[in-house]
Nanobody
Framework: VQLQASGGGLVQAGGSLTLTCLGS????????IGWYRQAPGKQRELVAA???????NYADSVKGRFAISRDNAKDTLYLQMNSLKPEDTAVYYC???????????WGQGTLVTVSS
């Protein structure tokens, strides 16, 4: 499955933003998929992931503020981001968990900038 993230932009601290990841191919629904981010000068990190059955996990830094969800009928993954902080500024990517573990399959990502 090929995945492409979109929905980034500039938002003030405390604001909200929803990212969308559109999949192509016929295996979207069976894959665990995650949102990852890479801030300037830092390594890429997992933000949140969701399994094929809907179970999810989050990085401690975003728990209670971000929510990951998926619509398998639309081959679409979402990341609802609330109470955004300047430290959430990064390029956000979506990827299947297994390809991310191989450091493969990264698309262009979408830039989120949170101003203070």
């Amino acid at each position: 499955v090929q995945l492409q993230a979109s929905g980034g932009g500039l938002v003030q601290a405390g604001g909200s933003l929803t990212l969308t990841c559109l999949g192509s191919g016929n295996t979207f629904s069976i894959n665990a998929i995650g949102w990852y981010r890479q801030a300037p000068g830092k390594q890429r990190e997992l933000v949140a992931a969701i399994g094929s059955g809907g179970s999810s996990n989050y990085a401690d830094s975003v728990k209670g503020r971000f929510a990951i969800s998926r619509d398998n009928a639309k081959d679409t993954l979402y990341l609802q981001m609330n109470s955004l902080k300047p430290e959430d500024t990064a390029v956000y990517y979506c990827n299947t968990v297994w390809r991310a573990a191989l450091d493969d399959g990264w698309g262009q990502g979408t830039l989120v900038t949170v101003s203070s």
